[in-house]
């Protein structure tokens, strides 16, 4: 099973201050403190754990656990009531972050929330940074994401 897990914190007391308002980790196996999942990709958890009912987008939570995979054998291990978003990979953008649209896959409620959402505001094109694909061989085509609030 290739799953990989990550502790982020809002607002990190390390990340520099134009992270402000970010989930940042650390990544001890990369030599990381405080990189950041950047704003495009913190506003597309917290809309995620908004439509699962678990914050809202004003109230984030200050620590949360992110498990990712690209295996589709080990995506699997998440039940249908977690809060799992699938990344599609969408491009490669000018300012060396790789494009993925975000579509929340379930539960189910937060599913239909979310795509409501993005029938009004467009699909949610989510920057990851090139830190993150460093967990897989190659920028992978489609991954999923579980999110947990510790």
Not at 31 to 59: F, K, N, R
Not at 68 to 78: A, G, L, M, P, Q
Not at 117 to 138: E, K, Q, R
């Amino acid at each position: 099973m290739t799953l990989h897990s990550l502790i982020a914190t809002y607002n990190h007391p390390e990340a520099s201050k134009a992270y402000e308002g970010c989930y940042s980790y650390d990544d001890s196996l990369f030599g990381l403190v405080a990189e950041p999942l950047v704003h495009d990709a913190t506003h597309a958890i917290l809309c995620a754990m908004a439509a699962a009912g678990l914050c809202t987008t004003s109230t984030p939570p200050p620590t949360i656990k992110l498990d990712f995979t690209s295996n589709t054998f080990s995506v699997r291990e998440f039940s249908d009531d977690d809060l799992v978003i699938e990344l599609t990979y969408d491009s490669y953008s000018d300012d060396d972050f790789n494009m993925y649209t975000s579509t929340v896959v379930s539960p189910d409620t937060a599913a239909l929330d979310s795509q409501i959402a993005d029938d009004f505001n467009g699909l949610t094109s989510v920057p990851l940074c090139n830190h993150l694909m460093d967990y897989f061989i190659a920028p992978p085509k489609t991954f999923w994401v579980k999110l947990s609030i510790l």
